[in-house]
């Protein structure tokens, strides 16, 4: 859970409207390091040199988001949590990110592509608009690689609760943030499309 907080506070970041080119930087970083080794230090707890990079990728992500901060997915995280205390704050971003993304992706093009290629390198030799459409893809892929593919069902938020945390998400600033800025409605889907 907190290894994919680590992947979110990089990510969210790096699409943040108050983005720059050192926080770029950064959150490629630590992107690359948390998908080679956020799964290798689940397979294998002991390898030091996993821990370590991922030691490495947490403090490239604070970096991060000290310096843009962080958007959509972490508001509704934040609501969701406030709601459910018993969903860890990494479980509820994950729960959500496959559909932030597939809400999100084409109003920042040219970096959800930059993180699909990072995911997968075949997607060096396509177009952005195929690269961050994938990206979408590879999300999915990777939750499922290190265990993160829930829903909301599954963690037992109550569904009756879906319409007060996306009341909640809007009290947050996170979502005026995002590329693509979220109504409460547009929230409420998102949350009725991760709780199955």
């Not at 496959?98 to 390198?121: H, Q, V, W």
Request: charged fraction near 30%.
């Amino acid at each position: 859970s907190t290894g994919f907080d680590v992947f979110a506070h990089a990510f969210e970041s790096y699409i943040h409207k108050n983005a720059s080119v050192y926080t770029d930087m950064h959150a490629r970083e630590a992107i690359k390091r948390v998908t080679k080794y956020l799964p290798l230090t689940l397979e294998d707890r002991t390898n030091k040199e996993a821990r370590i990079e991922m030691a490495w990728a947490d403090t490239l992500a604070g970096l991060c988001i000290a310096n843009a901060g962080t958007t959509l997915p972490h508001g509704i995280g934040m609501a969701i949590g406030g709601h459910t205390p018993n969903v860890m704050h990494g479980e509820a971003l994950a729960i959500v990110y496959p559909e932030f993304m597939r809400y999100t992706y084409k109003s920042a093009l040219k970096k959800f592509a930059d993180i699909g290629r990072i995911f997968n390198c075949e997607l060096e030799d396509v177009s952005n608009e195929e690269a961050a459409e994938k990206s979408c893809e590879e999300i999915d892929k990777f939750l499922k690689k290190i265990g993160m593919s829930l829903t909301l069902k599954e963690l037992r938020v109550p569904e009756e609760e879906l319409s007060a945390i996306a009341d909640d998400t809007q009290k947050l600033p996170d979502y005026t943030v995002n590329p693509r800025i979220a109504t409460r409605d547009e929230i409420y889907k998102i949350l009725k499309r991760s709780y199955n």
